[in-house]
C-alpha cells in the first residue's frame, strides 16, 4: 500500500474526550494594558495582539493546580462519561510535553491517578 503505514485493530473505539483548563485567565486586553505606554509611544492601536495573533485569552496553572492533576481529572472524566471502568482500559495513549518532572513521565502519573490495571499499557 503506498504511501503512510496502516495498522487495524479490533475491538478498539475512542468514546469518550474531555479536558480540563486552567483557572487563571490572562486575557489580550490585560496583556495591552500593561504595555499601554508603549503601545501608545509607538502609536499602535489597541487589540493590536487580538488582530496580529487572533489570541484573546491565554491559561495558566494558578498556584496549587497542576498539568498533571487536570489530566488525571480530564482522564477520570472520559472515563465517566463514556461509562467504562478503568478495570477494562488496555492502552493509554498520552502525547502531552508539559509536565513538572522529568520522570515519572505523565502517562505512568496518568496510568497510577485513573487506577488502570498494571496490565494496561502506557
Do not use: C
Request: glycine share 8%; aromatic share 2%.
Amino acid at each position: 500500500m503506498p504511501g503512510n503505514a496502516t495498522t487495524r485493530f479490533d475491538d478498539v473505539a475512542l468514546v469518550s474526550v474531555a479536558s480540563v483548563l486552567p483557572s487563571r485567565v490572562t486575557t489580550s486586553d490585560d496583556i495591552e494594558d500593561r504595555l499601554a505606554p508603549a503601545l501608545h509611544r509607538l502609536k499602535l492601536k489597541p487589540g493590536l495582539l487580538r488582530r496580529v495573533a487572533g489570541v484573546n485569552e491565554r491559561r495558566n496553572w494558578a498556584d496549587g493546580e497542576s498539568s498533571d492533576e487536570a489530566t488525571i481529572a480530564a482522564g477520570k472524566q472520559a472515563l465517566a462519561e463514556a461509562g467504562v471502568d478503568p478495570s477494562e482500559i488496555g492502552l493509554i495513549i498520552n502525547t502531552s510535553v508539559t509536565r513538572k518532572h522529568l520522570e515519572p513521565s505523565v502517562a505512568v502519573r496518568l496510568h497510577h491517578g485513573l487506577g488502570l490495571p498494571s496490565s494496561a499499557i502506557n
